[in-house]
């Protein structure tokens, strides 16, 4: 099974909420998951498993205050992450202009890194999505698979 961690983006508890529940799922499936709520540089480029990031956008599409020192320094450091693989559930509001751009931007950073992505991003639209708990649920069951 996969060694993953859990990073979360989260301002107002949502995404935090739904990381916490895929952690919980993912190691009731067989994998060790373990979630980082404030995660560091030195922890995601000394890991050599799967990432799977949750993240929501605040303000005018930015990444929440405890990922952006994380996105940041990847930035600005451009490890190789070729050997990673990754998932991403972003979490937003259609109403916005910048829907789910926190998680966008992680997403192409992950690609910008090299890392290779397992399956299709889940984007939740707060707007479309009465049950986000259920939608990521179902999204990590079929990832899970892919790993």
Known sequence: MADIQVLVGSTYGNASQIA?????????LGHNAVLLSTP???????HSGVLL??????????IPANLMPLYCQLK??????????????ALGDSSYESFAEGGKQMNELMYDLGAK?????????????PDPDEAAAEWIDEWAAKL
Do not use: N
Not at 20 to 28: A, F, G, I
Not at 53 to 61: D, E, F, V
Not at 117 to 129: H, N, R
């Open 20 to 28: 916490e529940d895929c952690t919980e799922q993912l190691s009731r």
């Open 40 to 46: 560091t540089y030195e922890q995601v480029v000394a």
């Open 53 to 62: 990031i949750c993240t929501a956008t605040i303000g005018q599409g930015e």
């Open 76 to 89: 600005d450091r451009s490890p190789d992450f070729s050997y990673i693989r990754f998932g991403l559930i």
């Open 117 to 129: 992505p397992v399956g299709q991003a889940l984007f939740i639209d707060s707007c479309e999505t």
